[in-house]
């Protein structure tokens, strides 16, 4: 870093070690979390045309094609064998490779990796920046040198600069952390990069034990995508860039059908355990907080923008999962409302056909009670 023109100091808050690009930007705080401010990027220059998510993946996938990146296909984010129930990073690519001994592809790849982070669920509504799903952009090397990663940091630093994040508005913090993925513990060495207070990412470093031989040398450097594009767009709000323009919803609804799109295209029904309970927990949220909100437009154009990463299901049945199991909780707050016969596996208009054709209950009121549970 320094032989690069780096200036390094110590926050004076944290006490993590940064580096900036020249000396009178280092003012004595990281900027990362809570050692500095997470919208300041949005009083820089923006970007004469603004660039839109999948714009911004062709031009890091053509990017780092170019340099010699095998362009690898992203993972079902409901699959994973290492220790979470869904892929929370591209990292993950090397699961099979950790924990059984399976042979990966090339020995450096661009993945664009679709991500589900639940840590997140509670601070949607309420902090910017943030959301429970996420294309993970990133480079995946084994069996790298330290000085083969720092190159590769090298590479995207410049396509940064490239989409308008110039290096003299990051900062690059650094870390080293001990880590375990189920195979032993190891040491990362970890670099964030902080545009003008929005952490972008992370570079690890790090020698992972595996089951089945020595412990891997891997280069793991990844970025979210979406706040990429809102570090180069510079538009006032996050969500602005994740939501359709034809409909105005609280972004906590945005997210939740967000994510609930990319469980079903990825195969995964609500249930009570793993993936399952994680959609299930989304459903519950839709339900309990944003009832009125119409899925149909929300579910198609999140459909539209995950089916670009991932494509196991078609629209349809994406759809069908969704609404059945938010008829499911609306079901269940019609039951308890009237004390009513417990629903099965129905939809709500099925529902609604049994209590009036078989128990014999009056329509009109029926529908009344329908509108104000969806409500």
Same mark, same amino acid.
């Given at each position: 870093?320094?032989?690069?023109? &780096? ?109 589900? #982070?639940?840590?997140?669920?509670? =601070? ?56 375990? &993925? ?20 992370? *570079? ?29 767009? =510079? ?20 997210? *939740? ?48 923008? &995950? ?20 008829? #499911? ?8 409302? =009237? ?37």
């Amino acid at each position: 870093m320094l032989e690069k023109q &780096w200036y390094k100091a110590e926050c004076r808050k944290c006490g993590k070690t940064y580096y900036r690009k020249s000396a009178e930007s280092v003012q004595g705080f990281c900027g990362r979390g809570v050692c500095g401010d997470g919208r300041a990027f949005l009083q820089l220059s923006k970007r004469k045309r603004p660039i839109s998510p999948l714009q911004t993946y062709r031009h890091l996938a053509n990017y780092f094609a170019g340099a010699g990146f095998e362009i690898s296909p992203s993972m079902n984010v409901a699959s994973t064998c290492g220790k979470t129930d869904l892929v929370i990073a591209g990292v993950q690519v090397f699961d099979g490779l950790i924990h059984h001994g399976k042979e990966i592809g090339s020995g450096q790849m661009f993945i664009g990796q679709p991500s589900v #982070r639940m840590q997140f669920q509670d =601070k949607v509504a309420d902090e910017d920046g943030v959301s429970t799903s996420f294309v993970n952009v990133c480079t995946e090397k084994m069996h790298q040198t330290f000085e083969d990663h720092l190159h590769t940091v090298d590479r995207w630093l410049g396509v940064f600069s490239s989409l308008g994040l110039h290096m003299k508005d990051l900062t690059i913090v650094v870390r080293t952390g001990e880590k375990d &993925w189920g195979t032993g513990t190891f040491v990362a060495i970890e670099l964030f990069l902080i545009y003008a207070g929005l952490e972008l990412g992370d *570079a690890a470093y790090m020698h992972v034990p595996t089951r089945y031989g020595s412990p891997v040398p891997i280069s793991d450097i990844g970025f979210g995508l979406e706040r990429i594009v809102w570090a180069a767009n =510079k538009v006032p709000q996050y969500y602005d860039l994740l939501m359709p323009g034809s409909v105005a919803v609280p972004r906590g609804a945005c997210d *939740a059908f967000r994510t609930m799109t990319l469980l079903a295209l990825c195969g995964v029904h609500p249930g009570n355990k793993g993936a399952g309970l994680q959609f299930r927990r989304l459903a519950k949220t839709v339900s309990d907080q944003y009832g009125g909100t119409d899925p149909s437009v929300l579910i198609a154009y999140y459909a539209d923008y &995950w089916a670009h990463f991932v494509s196991d299901m078609p629209m349809g049945s994406v759809s069908q999962v969704i609404c059945l199991e938010l008829d #499911r909780f609306l079901n269940l707050k019609i039951c308890k409302a =009237k004390n009513l016969p417990p629903p099965r596996e129905e939809t709500t208009e099925e529902y609604f056909q049994r209590l009036v054709y078989t128990m014999g209950m009056d329509a009109q009121e029926l529908r009344q009670l329908i509108q104000l549970c969806r409500n």
